[in-house]
């Protein structure tokens, strides 16, 4: 159970070489912020463009590990690119959480052609708090009419295009507060949808993270997932999935920052000793590969929870705090080890470093990990001290 | 045991105060968008003689104590730090080592001139692809007459680019390795600069890659005595840094704060939050511990008593607390702590350059346990 199948080994080296031939050779290019799209038209090409469509649509419906593999490589190419390839996942679950066949054809359709899919949950006003979301969803005969703001979207600017496909959450009862909630599946082309600001952040520059903004938007009944009222249930087991994938691309990148500080210590000299002879610099590559190898099994077992059909949740909320932490001490003491070439552009460890501080933020900041995991083990301790009772 | 502020002092940092939110703060956005070296503040910073901070009052300067120094980089520090480096390379490392180590001669030719900003202080250490004295390209000097001549390659060269005179610490004794090091002050004019080198954060304080090719220098101390003044200078440079983070603790405490008290998340102020709570107290005690052990080493110095120990001491304190508190002002702002038009992404990287400026291999934990050990 802990090899990797020879199908599985196949793919990591897939995406290896991808990442050698169309992602290293434009680090340059992918940190100055115009976000490259010929890597994606490329990656279009590798038959991974939306790794969980299901097979009825035309999918390849890769099991969670496989998928994980995906993320952790390209992450170890590039955070950013990682990140904007996984948009397409993120607004992918949805679908297959509550997505009857004709909206997953209609969606993944446009995905498997090589349209950007999103993922609209985040507001100015809802981060942490997506129950506070303040887009509206009026039904008017057959039709619904969406207003607001949405912001923070990654790849939302690309997802605005013909044929494209993105899930738009937004409250169809204000007065329910989160249960108000519900899920829309919107064709990137729908007038009423446009870009606001784009923003400009210090890392993750190889995706492209948007305000979207939503004037009388209309769109028909059909486009909505589910039932009214299922947002909040839809968004939560989305953020489920895409967690371990965030875990799987923190373990990227804390990997990379592992190999390039292996690199650094043994080409470098100090005095006429190679800097390795020094206990305090090797005996910390020891404790960062041993995070990062955790974190690389906290994964795992999370993929493998949920391909089995087990709850995954609370440990899907654990595993992305601890691989999103473990990402940013590795970068950290990395950078700590390189010194003044560390901190200088030359070397490649202050990119990591700013893309991996995104990773304790998005996707739920880790103190909502917290909130999820503390909660669940709580929850446990009650219910089981309440069986027993029960049973006395 | 009193840890008032003397009337001086008092003064001094209120000016450096006034100055820093006149002068620095304007400026500090645009500046790390652009790494354009503030020439204009950079005059001005001497007009208001804080370029010659450790200068002599017989050479112009204001002689100040070194914890009226540490004042001024925590103000600077928390305006703008990549201005704050550069005040710091100039006065303390530079301006600094010649006040302490040069003759007189050295003194007369290059300190008046220094206090007035006429001539900008850089410091040169680093060396590319391997520690200090360890590289092919390592800085080699040979005696000429009553000169030395220099070859080799400094890389990360603090105010590289934009000064007029460098402190070198270059090998004088092969078979000594990293012991037998000398410092030297070497004019820019015979210096090549061979590029700037970009950086994560204080990307407006000048870092460049330069070439000695039989450049001329002028001996600081006496030969070999490279260890001991690099030693002394970076314990006065760490205090100084050490400083600056402060300062940038403090800017990002401030804006962590008020963000705590206006965004409003479940209904509340998320400052209503305790695991927010947690992290402005966090941030909170870094900084009051980094004061101690700052102003502390800095009082050391003042009084020539331990310092380099003190200096270790804060800086191995201060390397962790001053980045964790730059971690918990990004947590605490969330998505906006990691867009560029927000400053706390900065100070983020910024407070990350206060320890990394210097030579790369230098633990504190080396000085510590050696005098532990002795």
Redesign the interface.
Known sequence: MFDLTPEQLELQQKVRSFVDEHIRPYLKEIDSGDVPEHIFKEWCKTGLVTLVAPKEVGGIDLDTKSCAIVMEELAKGDLGIATAFGANNLGSYPLLIAGTLEQQKQHFGALLEGKYGAFALTEPGAGSDAGAVATTAVKKGNEYVLNGTKCFITQGGFAIDEASSLVIFASTDKSKGSRGLSAFLVPGDTPGLSVGKIEDKMGIRGSQTVELIIEDMKIPASALLGNEGDGMKIAMKTLDSGRLMVAAQAIGAGQAALDLTVEFISERMDGSRPLARQQAVAFKLADMEASVEAGRQLVYRGAYLKDNKQPYSHHSAITKLFATDMAMQVARDAMDIMGTYGYSKDSQIEKIWRDARILSIYEGTNQIQRLVASGALLKGYKASKEASEAAR | MNFELTKEQQMMQKSAIDFAASTLEPIAYDIDRTAEYPSAAIKSMAEHDFLGMLIPTEFEGIDADYVSVALVAEAFGKANAAAAAIAITHAVMAAGAIAKYGSTELKKAYLPAMARGEKIGGYAI?EP???L???PDKVVAVKDGDKYVLNGKK??VLNGGVADVYIVIAQTNEEA??KGVSAFVVDADDVTVLRS?????LRAFP?AEIEFKNTKAVLLGAEEDGVKIMTDIQAYADVAFGAMAIGVAQAALEASTEHAKTR????APIGK?Q??QWMLAEIATNIHMMKLAVYKAAVAIQENDDYIRQAAFMKMYA?KAS?DAG?NA??IH??T?????DKI?RY??DI??AF??????E?P?KTIAGSLLR
Do not use: C, P, W
Not at chain 2, 197 to 201: N, S
Not at chain 2, 264 to 267: C, K, L
Not at chain 2, 337 to 341: A, I, K, L, M, P
């Open positions: 680093a692809g391997a520690a004295a360890s590289g890389f990360f390795g990293q080198v970009d950086k994560l954060g870092t409003v998340q479940f209904g939050l695991a927010v390397m980045q971690m990004v947590q969330g998505g702590g990691y867009s560029r038009e992404e983020f990287r990350r350059g990394h400026i210097e030579n790369a291999n633990y934990q």
